[in-house]
């Protein structure tokens, strides 16, 4: 019923840019938390960046001043912007979503499929 879709990822060299997008379709009353999260090859998965709906956002320290999230509402859609990339920001990303279907009575995660982002010379 509910489809995140992510987009945007690609291979960049360090210092570059790249930005994520991810959209979210179906029969969605509201969203409360967007998240970004990564995962490197035989690593765990880690938080990268978390937007709630309403309130501060929050960044991993490792990506503080050089990634940015946002949201549009209107489009249910989620934006990661990332500057000055390096090479250990090479890995997976994943957007999540705590949002709760029209006509449920509770939220629920919601995770797209991944984006693979490649940081390299």
């Known amino acids: 019923q509910v489809q995140l879709v992510e987009s945007g990822g690609g291979l960049v060299q360090p210092g570059g840019s790249l930005r994520l997008s991810c959209a979210a379709s179906g029969s969605i009353s509201s969203i409360n938390f967007m998240g970004w999260y990564r995962q490197a090859p035989g690593k765990q998965r880690e938080l990268v960046a978390l937007?709630?709906?309403?309130?501060?956002?929050n960044y991993a320290d490792s990506v503080k001043g050089r990634f940015t999230i946002s949201r549009d509402n209107a489009k249910n859609t989620m934006y990661l912007q990332m500057n000055s990339l390096k090479p250990e920001d090479t890995a997976t990303y994943y957007c999540?979503?705590?949002?709760?279907?029209?006509?449920?009575?509770?939220?629920?995660?919601?995770w797209g499929q991944g984006t693979q982002v490649t940081v390299s010379s």
């Open positions: 937007i709630p709906s309403r309130g501060s956002t």
């Open positions: 999540n979503m705590h949002l709760r279907i029209s006509g449920w009575a509770y939220p629920e995660d919601y």
